[in-house]
């Protein structure tokens, strides 16, 4: 809290403000970027819509249909079912139609037709493949299904049967998450090293400003694929993810601790710097009341856009098959299988996961440019 | 001027320096090593792996000498341009990498002038016209350009390249113009191939460039002087090229310094999507097999190749604006 030191003039005159100035007035800084935040539409359409979706993640065993290594052996490369409501004219309510496979003898491409004979109604709530929900308790339940007997692959399947909605909601669970986990390792490593070199300056400020310019003239990729080469192959997937972080946090590290030590050394010699130390403030008093608060703004936007980076780079190094590996799931994971053109031009489902993926790095970069207009109080 | 570029090449030397090291550190990093890999494979394969061979291999590539010599060995033969030698290919690195390199350093370049030649006019006309449509829409398509993933963009451009033009797809050669010796029509056949990596990896920091240019744009056509030569009474247009636009230009030069990473970065997943004849997939196939020289050498001139860069771009922007050759000796 530091409103009422921005009191204006006519408070002090003793008149008593409209209560519209008089809440502008006293907001904390917290609140000020928030007001302006919210008339960039964009960007709050793109954190309600960011929020949504990291608010799914918990619950992905509850909200996919299918589980994530459930294989469909009749149903191989199936196209996304059509979800319909009326049958022969009268309303039904959603119902998807049973199929039969042929198999094109010119092409030996297996073929779908709907058989309109057999009708499977879509529930809400239904039964299905059983699951251990956080490993506590053991649950059927899933958010949607159909009728026993029918199938429901909203977005068709992939070579093996398994139904690319649940994967894609399943993928949602590592690729949002990988980009936290990665920003906080960053984040973490940028304010000890950031804090160091502004707040000491000199030969310890010189060394680790070089060996940040040695990391960043590495291209980040090869920098990257280098790395995650280094990873065993044998490794339990937890421990990929966790690797996979860290090297994706080894880069981004480097900007956020040049913003870091850029605004310290800036922020240092204001007045209000000076002020506190001759005060008597202690160095950490300091820092932290004074100089941090500063300039978390400007770090919150560098984080925000650091984000969609780190999901890029995780999409990009499984695509390749150096990331993350089956039996994790991500979207990167999801695109490595659909990374010919066969798949473009035979199975365009396969690329679905992309749209989340744009979608999400899309939402990441309009939140960060409104963050930064709103808590730029020049802009 | 020439101490601020002497100062500048004597900070290059502890920085490549440093580099080497990162870079050997990095390739030494998975356990074991390339004659491992090989005695696996070839017991894999049910052939009996030649014991003595393999020592002799060994030694011959000091693999048996403790780490710091071997750091030694590699990096005296770098300065004496001897990249080292590549197990796999049993072929000199430098003989391997040279014509990749080339067309690396071809499409780089290619990207980065596709980069300026779009976020040029865009970045003018969105701070000129600022909150149009037109400002909103081209925005928009330049962070959808930064949102795509690269190998989705040449997936569906090799598409579009093979359904309409019929263009072969993939590689940046016609079959059988790849062992033709260079000329007119190697280089026609080059440029047809090339516009579709060349988008696809310029389109990833065309984004950001626009972003730049028109931030800076705004902030100069806000200060006084525009205001003065306004009211004086210059047109439009010769006010905006005059100075504006002048100062607003430099994140084209400077940034090169941030663009050099992306654009080889870029470069590397594309010519693996579309197997390209350039770095990229040779560089995955010795980082998994642990051809340590070449994954080695490799990085270390990509990494040279940027520090350069990054370099030149400083050169310049010092040429361009007298007020970075007063502060001279600050890093970027």
């Known amino acids: ?379 | 001027m020439l101490r601020y570029i002497l100062h500048r090449l004597l900070l290059l030397i502890p920085t490549l320096l440093a580099i080497s090291l990162v870079t050997f550190v990095i390739i030494q990093l998975p356990p074991g090593d390339y004659l491992e890999t090989l005695m696996t494979e070839l017991q894999a394969a049910g052939e009996k792996a030649d014991l003595q061979k393999l020592e002799f291999l060994r030694t011959q590539y000091g693999l048996d000498q403790p780490l710091w010599v071997q750091y030694w060995t590699w990096l005296t033969g770098l300065l004496r341009g001897d990249l080292g030698y590549s197990f796999e290919y049993d072929r000199p690195v430098s003989a391997i990498i040279g014509e990749r390199l080339l067309l690396t350093f071809v499409v780089s370049l290619g990207a980065i002038l596709f980069t300026w030649v779009v976020a040029f006019p865009i970045g003018v006309y969105s701070a000129t016209h600022q909150y149009s449509w037109a400002d909103h829409a081209l925005t928009f398509l330049g962070f959808l350009g930064l949102a795509t993933p690269d190998f989705l963009l040449a997936l569906v451009l090799m598409f579009i390249s093979f359904t309409w033009f019929g263009v072969s797809v993939g590689g940046l050669f016609s079959p059988g113009m790849e062992t033709a010796p260079w000329g007119w029509a190697k280089i026609v056949d080059l440029l047809q191939h090339l516009w579709i990596p060349v988008l696809v990896i310029g389109s990833s920091g065309t984004a950001g460039m626009i972003r730049r240019l028109r931030a800076n744009l705004l902030d100069e056509l806000k200060k006084p002087y525009v205001v003065t030569a306004r009211a004086k009474g210059l047109s439009p247009g010769r006010l905006l090229v005059k100075y504006p636009l002048r100062i607003a230009l430099n994140p084209f030069i400077s940034d090169i310094g941030n663009l050099l990473p992306e654009v080889v970065s870029g470069s590397i997943i594309v010519s693996i999507v579309m197997s390209l004849a350039t770095t990229g997939p040779m560089l995955l196939r010795a980082l998994r097999s642990q051809d340590m020289y070449l994954a080695g050498s490799f990085l270390m001139l990509l990494a040279v190749l940027t520090v350069v860069g990054i370099f030149l771009s400083d050169l310049a922007l010092a040429v361009l604006d007298p007020r970075i050759r007063q502060g001279a000796g600050r890093s970027r």
């Open chain 1, 1 to 379: 809290m530091r409103g009422p030191a921005t009191l204006p003039m006519p408070a002090a005159a003793g008149r008593p403000l409209p209560r519209e100035q008089e809440r502008y007035y006293l907001a904390s800084q917290r609140r000020l970027i928030w007001w302006r935040l919210q008339r960039h539409r964009l960007a709050m359409a793109s954190l309600w819509f960011l929020l949504a979706l990291y608010a799914l993640v918990p619950f992905v065993e509850f909200l996919a249909p299918y589980a994530v290594r459930a294989r469909h052996a009749d149903a191989l490369y199936f196209p996304p079912q059509r979800l319909h409501l009326f049958h022969e004219g009268q309303f039904m309510g959603p119902f998807v139609y049973g199929h039969r496979m042929t198999i094109n003898m010119e092409t030996l491409k297996r073929e779908y037709q709907e058989d309109r004979s057999q009708r499977f109604r879509m529930r809400l709530f239904a039964r299905g493949e059983p699951y251990r929900m956080w490993g506590l308790w053991e649950s059927d339940l899933h958010l949607f299904g159909v009728e026993g007997g029918g199938t429901l692959f909203l977005l068709g399947t992939d070579r093996l049967g398994r139904d690319m909605l649940s994967r894609i909601i399943y993928g949602a669970r590592i690729s949002l998450t990988i980009g936290l986990v990665g920003i906080t390792v960053s984040f973490v490593l940028a304010l000890i090293f950031g804090g160091l070199s502004g707040y000491y300056g000199g030969t310890v400020d010189l060394a680790i400003q070089r060996f940040i310019e040695v990391i960043r003239s590495f291209p980040e990729l090869p920098l990257w694929m280098a790395l995650s080469a280094a990873l065993p192959a044998r490794l339990e997937p937890v421990l990929v993810y966790v690797g996979i972080t860290v090297i994706l946090g080894v880069i981004e590290w480097t900007g956020l601790a040049r913003s870091v030590r850029g605004k310290l050394l800036a922020v240092r010699e204001e007045d209000f710097a000076t002020g506190a130390v001759l005060m008597g403030g202690s160095p950490a008093y300091v820092i932290r009341k004074h100089l941090l608060p500063a300039f978390t703004s400007h770090l919150i936007v560098s984080a925000t856009l650091s984000i969609p980076r780190m999901i890029l780079g995780e999409t990009a190094l499984s695509f390749l098959g150096l990331g993350l590996r089956p039996p994790l799931t991500s979207w990167g994971v999801l695109l490595s299988e659909a990374q010919n053109m066969n798949a473009v031009v035979l199975y365009p489902w396969l690329m679905v996961p992309v749209v989340m993926v744009v979608c999400t790095v899309l939402a990441f970069n309009f939140l960060g440019d409104g963050l930064r207009d709103a808590a730029d109080p020049h802009a």
